[in-house]
């Protein structure tokens, strides 16, 4: 709980200047933020049986998808909006915007089974807005 007192406290403090262009500057508990075509941080780190809270922390809608050939094999596949595989968060994207994380909401994961999990945000993707959480032993 601390490093997410930290970091909220660490992201209310590096966008108070900023709080009359994103809105209300109302500060969200989270680990990893949202901004317009990042997750920040890029790369975030955990203890095995730990949540990680995103946060939409800019005014864009996005997405939290896992890359399914880039998460350990026994893990259990996770995207916003709960679909179970990539294909699916896809496909609800595109044809209903499904998935979405609008500005001031969050999503959470808890974390099971150790490795590297590579994800992204369907809509930026393209614009390199991708992640990765490592969850060690």
Request: with cysteine; aromatic share 10%.
């Amino acid at each position: 709980m601390q490093r997410r007192a930290f970091l909220s406290t660490l992201a209310g403090v590096s966008t108070a200047g900023l709080a009359g262009c994103l809105g209300s500057g109302q500060s969200i508990e989270h680990d990893i933020g949202m901004s317009a075509n990042a997750f920040l941080p890029a790369e975030f780190e955990v203890s095995v049986g730990e949540t990680v809270t995103w946060a939409n922390t800019g005014s864009r809608n996005h997405s939290v998808t896992a890359y399914s050939r880039a998460i350990p094999e026994k893990a259990e596949y996770f995207a916003s909006g709960g679909f179970d595989s990539e294909e699916a968060a896809r496909n609800a994207w595109f044809g209903k915007a499904e998935g979405v994380i609008s500005s001031n909401e969050t999503y959470e994961r808890t974390f099971e089974v150790p490795g590297r999990y590579e994800y992204f945000c369907i809509p930026h993707e393209p614009a390199g807005m991708v992640g990765t959480v490592v969850v060690r032993q």
